[in-house]
């Protein structure tokens, strides 16, 4: 790809619970263009990692030690990006997991929006403090271009009113209360890659630590499993998906936990670290299993049927499914799991063989360059 000399660059963040991946990316001719790319994996554990490559794969920097925080891992990219790019960052883009209910469309950080972002701390207090203390930290590095985010919920307000309502008092909904859905940066990044070619009918899984399933009519989102939260939905790594409210109130009473206890064990502890007793890697999870481990085969006949559950359901919504598309670490690099959940779904014709069935990388750091380039033009 040929990259003008004056273009400008932006660099792009993107915060996981333990890791922090970034890209630097240059207008192209038609796209996006990759300088830079690399990740800080592990934060917070001994063995994490800080890796940097170049756009032909070319490793730049490697260093295995212990990162304490993102912001620490934030500030070595920083010092080592000074090293290896000629010119600052034109604009910084930012995965932002959650918004609350006022900010759900990607756009300029303004303090007003850090301050709305913060105020909607209770709907996301795993995700939203660590994301508006990486911004400020960034913004401090970076203070002379400006700075969006982009929300992982945005691509899901399309969802109708039916999708949107939880079934509760209407004066929740009124609240913000609803149904968001999230990993929407991946699904925008497969809706624009597949353009004329994505079919009416289609069904994304982005399966990884953390996954979803959604329903795209027409290239909108109607529907998705993760809910108000990114707990819900399917089987996760550590997070338990669709529960019945009623095994919280048990919680409560029984052991008398509160919402900060529940809140660490439906999300830390749960999942398919719940049911293997404590393994949430699946690559480790499918060799435990070849050699005979119960609770680990266990964990992958559960997730993988949790998957399976909620195409079937998308299908009936839509009245069949035209392509599925399997993006995330798991979804893309696991034949077995892609397997075991097209198992018993030959009826839609999709079966591990099907023509009906993609396997795609997710791009969430070049859609949100495309989506940074776009509100620099506006500005």
Known sequence: MAIPANAQTVLVLNSGSSSLKFGVFRRGDEDEGLLLEGSAEGIGRENGSLKIRSADG??????????????????????SLAEHLKEAPAAVGHRVVHGGPHLREHQLLTPDVLQQLEAAVHF??????????????????????PHFACFDNAFHRTMPEVAA????????FEQGVIHYGFHGISYESIVHRLGDALPRRAIFAHLGSGSSVAAVLDGKSIDTSMGLT?????????????????????????????????????NR????????????????????????????????????ISVRKFIGAYAALMGGVDLLVFTGGIGQHSDTIRKRICDNLQFL???????????MPTEEERQI???????LASQ
């Open 58 to 79: 070319k490793v730049l920097l490697s260093q295995e030690h212990l990162l304490e925080s993102q912001q620490e891992a934030l500030q070595k990219l920083a010092s």
């Open 230 to 266: 990114p707990t819900g939905g399917v089987i996760m790594g550590t997070r338990t998906g669709d529960l019945d409210p009623g095994v919280l109130l048990y919680l409560m009473r029984s052991e008398s936990m509160d919402a900060d206890a529940l809140e660490k064990m439906l």
């Open 369 to 375: 360059a495309r989506h940074c380039r776009q509100l």
């Open 165 to 172: 309502h939880l079934p509760l008092p209407a004066r929740y």
């Open 269 to 304: 502890e749960c999942g398919l670290a719940g049911l293997s007793h404590g393994e949430n890697d699946m690559q480790a999870l499918l060799q435990r299993s070849q050699n005979g481990d119960a609770p680990a085969e266990l964990a992958i006949s559960a997730f993988s």
């Open 124 to 145: 996301a207090p795993l995700h939203i403090p660590q994301a508006v203390a990486l911004i400020k930290q960034a913004q401090a590095i970076f203070p002379d271009c």
């Open 349 to 359: 014709d999709l079966d591990a063989a099907s023509e009906k069935i993609k396997v």
